[in-house]
Nanobody, 126 residues
């Protein structure tokens, strides 16, 4: 049984930092591309970053480029998202997902990812 669990969310002031983690079990972690999505209240879930199975290629949406860094540790079956210079508009539920498709040229798409966590809330106060 596949389980994906996010952690590390919380409340932070604008300009602050948070590091999200995501552990996956029940799957061969390094066979999967991994992605971070987020969903703000009243908005669609959007893909903001993804990383190839070996960790040698990444993608960032324009909204987070230069502020967020995605990484993975395949030995620990863990995905990370380092978030710096946080803004109030980054407030959302953040989801980790595993899938078999990866592109470095466009945002990850929900229907390309098979396994999802329950999400971790990030709230940025102004």
């Amino acid at each position: 049984q596949v389980q994906v669990v996010e952690s590390g969310g919380g409340l932070v002031q604008a300009g602050g930092s948070l590091r999200l983690s995501c552990t996956a079990s029940g799957l061969t972690f390094d066979d999967y591309a991994m992605a971070w999505f987020r969903q703000a209240p009243g908005k669609e879930r959007e893909g903001i970053s993804c990383i190839k199975w070996g960790g040698d290629s990444t993608y960032y949406a324009d909204s987070v480029k230069g502020r967020f860094t995605i990484s993975r540790d395949n030995a620990k079956k863990t995905l990370y998202l380092q978030m710096n210079s946080l803004k109030p508009e980054d407030t959302a539920m953040y989801y980790c997902a595993a899938g078999v498709y990866y592109s470095e040229y466009r945002p990850p798409r929900k229907n390309e990812y098979n396994y999802w966590g329950q999400g971790t809330q990030v709230t940025v106060s102004s």
